[in-house]
């Protein structure tokens, strides 16, 4: 050892020593003062924001209080530098970091939008920005501070000697990480790219402190979507019954016994309780049908089995006599009923009914006027106008694409989307749902009143049957249009009224009963688990009962109380993901540039971007979801990442062999 | 999983925790005696253990059909392996005999866990696991965790010492069969967990780039595993304060564990848990 490195050593034990001058508890003090400053600066910042113009009292309380931090350092400025440099500084930095990312993790994050910010006062989350507490002015400060720090122990030392290289690795590493990390938050870019099979897109959807934006950023090249993989494990588990004990609070609770299930005749006990489950029956792909049976009991009411058949499509159902199915073909409004011909009131349901209205209340109006889809009225005042684009009876909207569609044509959650225009020619899009104050929209949307009326059921087409006379005619429009008598098993081409033209429907009565009850046919389609149903018996011995149940994996019985807080469960075990492939092509100007498959785990480097493989959707096999990123800070990151493992390891192991040849003693 | 290979892993898991229980009466019998030749029957019976905890580990993987570190349930079996075998290395190395009692204790007490609540059955890794990080990133953790476990065993040993030397100065002594005191032990364990805590936390952040694009998300477990990676720099620098040095930094050597445990178990207590990609389900 030389005597270079030991006398390097023996300093090296003497500035430990000197570490004592500045402990932890000194710093808080100070710290706490520059934490609390950046905490006023950010409110500040965020109130001039909301408001757009500047808070004067907060605005000079932040100056003053930070004119006094300034002339504290001027005067302090000879023993800043060794405070800077000391350990207890630096460790008192990592306790206010560590406590901030601890209290981080308590709160949800990411919960207020940039564009709301949070004011004084509120709580304290709010106060200390918890709830976004990893983009906070403070945070930031923190890790700037620590960087600092870090730099200035570095230089304290004679860094370019071998026995302080780990030293050296170790805190300018950390240095790097934070440069690497801040060059990726100011200058990266990350988004959303959600393509279908056959879709390219040239942009992606911003994504800003980890909220999806509204803002799409356009690229150079444009991503096609050729082809998507979804690869599944081959079923590895039978289906089986679960049995969950429920608890208040827990969302997800987890099973406290399984039963696989492969065939009928097995059966499992529930622990701690004497409840028994017998499997009774199993269907590895169950088909119930509701269908109708003779029966002897004279108070039931007769029944028809009808089919419809409309070109290559066909319905097939009972009618019960005395009630009026409402059964669709082609969803175009044919229902078929059950009842006396001699009574002609029915002729005129086919001719009653109301569309649904739309009315809008303007502002400062208390008349309401009947708008109308695809039609534009003024606002008054000669603010603009505003065009109605569309209706959506069952109103969804996709929180990526930000597209409106119904799903369904039933008024279950009504909307109207308008855009409106105001007199500087800027439109602005909005969506109205029944109530005084249902708007969706940008904020200052204009403050429309909806109110939804829906119509009634216009019935169209109807075929009245006469089971007694053995009988049946067709109206339209409150006219009778065709009348035949029918024989069981035979066919009628009935000339239907359409909008399209004449259609014919083949209208057949297979089957009547005098008296009918409802019977349910249980079978399976098929001895692969697509969708696996049992009967199950579930007995106890204590309680003295013995109940059947029949539980479908994908059905809305999929699940039955068998006791206190207990569910009985069945579960198709569905094939499970291995892997999501999304085939893609690089375009640039519509030419191929080169294709390339994305998986996770497996991105596509393009031009500075990286394209992972993010997420799918089980309902709709050809969307693929991808994550953007673009870091030009993600190299120094893990430079430093590296320098710091390194760095450690010298220091921790090397170092100490150092001083141990050097003779000299650690600092006591 | 078909209740062949089931019976298996819980066959082995049941004689690991018979292995510890028997290492733990053992090692124990070598404390109270002084006795070296017990002590080394003590050292012995861990390492048996440790086979024993190895068979059980790769009849799970076998079962699983896979590196079995996905769940709770399979990452404890993991945890008793690594805490095994960081004692007995300690024990070779610095002939720290008590880590077979203590070891075992840690061991025997995570297969008890995992016995207590074990899986249903195996489970399949989803697409974001199915990574070359995978092994190398989770079995470096559990190393890290062992070798904190180990610090931690230490550090409440030098503190009971110097308890018991306050109380009884001529009987308590310094343990002549270990060359090194064990608060000096204890810090040697926890460069071993911080620097193998160091790379795990690099390793985790060049797998999340890989799969999600992002090394550093501020994921609920990323957090907790950045302040347990503060907490030990934290005593790492503070012992070098002369203040420092001695009790304090043991408790706080202390304290720091139990931010190992909350970022290893605790973490489903949180109110926010369920917005993390790494929770155990």
């Known amino acids: ?668 | 999983m078909n209740g062949q290979s089931q019976a298996l892993a819980i066959g082995w898991l049941v004689a690991g925790m018979a292995a510890y229980a028997l290492t733990t009466v053992v090692g124990l019998a070598g404390e109270v005696s002084r006795a070296l030749v017990v002590r080394r029957i003590g050292a012995a019976c861990l390492t048996l253990a440790t086979l024993v905890n190895i068979g059980a580990l790769v009849a799970l993987g076998v079962e699983a059909d896979r590196a079995p570190f996905k769940t709770r349930y399979e990452t404890l079996f993991l945890y008793a392996t690594c805490i095994a075998l960081v004692c007995l290395l300690l024990i070779a190395m610095h002939r720290l005999f008590i880590l077979s009692f203590f070891g075992a204790l840690g061991a025997g007490a995570c297969l008890f866990a995992a016995y207590c609540r074990p899986d249903l059955e195996s489970e399949l890794l989803p697409p974001a696991l199915q990574s070359a990080w995978f092994v190398p990133h989770v079995v470096t953790y559990f190393f890290a965790y062992a070798g904190l476990f180990a610090s931690f065993v230490l550090a409440a040993m030098a503190l009971i010492k110097a308890w018991r030397a306050q109380l009884s100065p001529a009987t308590a002594s310094i343990d002549p069969d270990v060359p090194i005191p064990y608060e000096d032990a204890a810090h040697k364990a926890a460069i071993f967990g911080f620097v193998t805590l160091t790379f795990g936390l690099a390793m985790g952040a060049a797998w999340g780039k890989s799969a999600w694009g992002d090394y550093w998300q501020w994921d609920i477990k990323e957090n907790w595993a950045f302040v347990t990676w503060l907490a030990y720099l934290t005593y790492l620098h503070l012992r070098l304060l002369p203040n420092w040095r001695g009790r304090r930094a043991l408790w706080l050597n202390m304290a720091s564990f139990a931010a190992v445990m909350f970022t290893y178990l605790g973490m489903n207590l949180l109110p926010t848990a369920q917005d993390s990609l790494h929770v155990y389900q």
């Open chain 1, 1 to 668: 050892m030389t005597t270079q490195t030991a006398s390097t050593a023996a300093a090296d034990v003497q500035t430990e020593k000197k570490n004592g001058l500045t402990t932890p508890a000194r710093q808080v003090p100070g710290l706490a003062v520059f934490t609390g400053l950046l905490v006023l600066v950010q409110h500040v910042w965020v109130e001039h924001a909301a408001k757009a113009k500047w808070p004067v009292g907060p605005s000079l309380f932040v100056v003053v209080i930070a004119a006094l931090g300034l002339y504290w350092l001027i005067r302090a400025r000879n023993s800043l530098v060794e405070r800077l440099g000391s350990a207890g500084f630096a460790v008192t930095i990592l306790l206010f970091l560590g406590a901030a990312t601890a209290a981080g993790t308590m709160t949800p994050q990411q919960m207020t939008r940039p564009d709301q910010p949070v004011g004084l006062g509120d709580n304290l989350a709010g106060l200390l920005f918890l709830n976004d507490v990893f983009h906070s002015l403070w945070y930031a400060g923190l890790l700037g501070l620590l960087s600092l720090s870090l730099i200035v122990t570095v230089l304290q030392r004679p860094f370019w000697k071998p026995y302080y290289w780990g030293f050296l690795l170790a805190h300018c590493g950390l240095v790097i990480v934070v440069v690497g990390g801040s060059l990726g938050r100011w200058y990266g870019e990350t988004g959303r790219m959600n393509l279908r099979v056959g879709q390219s897109s040239n942009s992606f959807q911003v994504i800003q402190r980890g909220i999806i934006t509204d803002q799409a950023k356009p690229l150079d090249f444009a991503l096609r979507l050729d082809a998507f993989d979804v690869e599944k494990y081959p079923h590895k588990y039978p289906p089986r019954l679960m049995v969950f004990q429920m608890k208040a609070h827990e969302e997800n609770p987890m099973p406290i016994c399984t039963h696989a299930v492969k065939e009928a005749g097995s059966g499992f006990t529930v622990p701690n309780t004497d409840l028994k489950v017998q499997v009774k029956e199993f269907y590895p792909d169950i088909q119930v049908t509701d269908t109708m049976v003779e029966t002897n009991n004279t108070d039931m009411p007769p029944s028809a089995e009808i089919r419809l058949k409309e070109g290559s499509e066909e319905a097939h159902y009972w009618l019960v006599g005395g009630f009026s199915p409402h059964m669709a073909l082609h969803a175009s409004g044919l229902d078929v009923e059950w009842g006396d011909l001699k009574d002609t009131e029915w002729l005129n349901r086919t001719k009653e009914g109301r569309p649904a209205r739309h009315w809008i209340t303007l502002p400062g109006s208390s008349q309401s006027i009947l708008v109308q889809v695809g039609q534009s009225y003024p606002i008054p005042g000669d603010k603009g106008q505003f065009t109605v684009q569309a209706f959506y009876p069952d109103f969804r909207i996709d929180m990526e694409t930000r597209e409106a569609s119904s799903a369904s044509d039933q008024p279950l959650n009504p909307s109207l989307q308008i855009e409106v225009q105001n007199e500087k020619g800027e439109r602005q899009r909005q969506y109205l749902f029944p109530g005084a104050e249902g708007h969706m929209g940008k904020e200052n949307a204009l403050e429309l009143a909806y109110r939804f009326e829906a119509g009634s059921a216009q019935i169209t087409h109807l075929i009245r049957l006469d089971g007694a006379g053995l009988q049946f005619a067709y109206a339209f429009d409150g006219r009778e249009i065709f009348r035949s008598p029918f024989e069981l098993g035979k066919p009628v081409e009935i000339p239907l009224e359409r909008a399209s033209g004449q259609r014919t429907v083949e209208f057949t009565v297979l089957n009547i009963l005098q008296h009918a009850q409802s019977e349910q046919i249980t079978s399976t389609l098929s001895q692969e688990p697509r969708n696996p149903g049992v009967r199950v018996e579930i007995s106890s011995e204590s309680q003295n009962f013995s109940t059947e149940a029949l539980l479908i994996a994908k059905g809305e019985e999929s699940w039955t109380e068998i006791g206190p807080d207990l569910i009985l469960a069945m579960d198709a075990r569905d094939q499970e993901v291995k892997s999501w492939k999304s085939h893609v092509s690089v375009l640039r100007d519509g030419q191929l540039i080169r294709k390339a498959t994305i998986a996770v785990n497996a991105p596509l480097s393009y031009e500075g971007y990286a394209f992972y493989q993010s997420d799918a959707d089980e309902s709709d096999p050809n969307y693929s979801g991808l994550r953007v990123a673009k870091d030009p800070g993600v190299g120094v990151a893990f430079a430093g990442m590296i320098l710091v493992c390194l760095g450690a390891t010298y220091t921790l192991y090397v170092r100490p062999r150092l001083r141990k040849e050097a003779g000299v003693e650690e600092a006591a």
